[in-house]
């Protein structure tokens, strides 16, 4: 009980912090520097070996079970259920309006979406927009440290296992979850379990497996998506240009301010 409620109280003097804050973005130079590539390189072949004789077949025998419908309505109810952690880091990274659009996503997918089982919030305009404590912690101006393989989990930061961590220990929606129906430690395995196997089966749909298959070197490719992902998610989806080739510190725009419009492009001269 004391864990339940103490921990939402404790996130309030961050809030504070948070408005009155100027964030720069935290770099990933470090991170691209891979400097503990030996031992993450170890822990990929690891991780490949879980995936192959586990994860892969659990994936491959609950896509042929259960049908594609089904899935995208597990995605969905996930996605519904992290949208109160969505809401906390766009409050604490000073992203009012989008900590609303979080709110706005959340009551239409729990009531017209059937308890999130329809995404009909991104039919009315409203798309997910993720957000994490990496995110967060990013925008408070928290270096990226070295990137980090880590065993059964996959590629991340170090600045971002910690916000992996704060992922798991204060989400509003468990909170909310213990509190209510108190479930066992069985039921959450199986909560966690059923993710990690509906999200593996997304990688396969989304073509994964093949364009693992046909790189030469699938460490590097992953951990190249994976800052690449991360940079975007931290910038929003417009990253400055030169955020990889200056080592400058990134300054990130103001909260919820318009994307800039695109460059205007010469025209293609006749071939």
Known sequence: MFLRFRAPAAILPLLVLAACATPRAGGLETAEADRWEA???RIYAFNKRVDKYALKPAAN????????????GVTNVYSTYNEPLNFLNDLLQGKISKAFRSVDRFLINATIGVGG???????LGRPEEPEDWGQTF???????????MLPFLG???????FGL???????PSDFVRNATLSPSLYWRAGQISVRLVNLRARITDQGGDAL???????????KSAYLQSRRNAIWDGNPPYDASEDGSEDVPPPAD????????TAPTPPQ
């Open 165 to 171: 961590g704060f992922d798991f220990v204060v989400h």
């Open 39 to 41: 031992s993450n390189r």
């Open 212 to 222: 693992l298959a046909d790189s030469l070197d699938e460490y590097t490719l992953v």
């Open 61 to 72: 025998t609950y896509r042929t079970v259960v049908p594609i419908a089904a899935r995208h």
């Open 117 to 123: 089982l329809a995404d009909n919030a991104t039919d």
């Open 138 to 148: 990013a925008h408070w101006g928290i270096k990226s440290g070295p990137y980090v």
């Open 257 to 264: 301010a318009p994307a800039p419009a695109p460059a205007p």
């Open 155 to 161: 590629p991340s930061t170090l600045r971002d296992s």
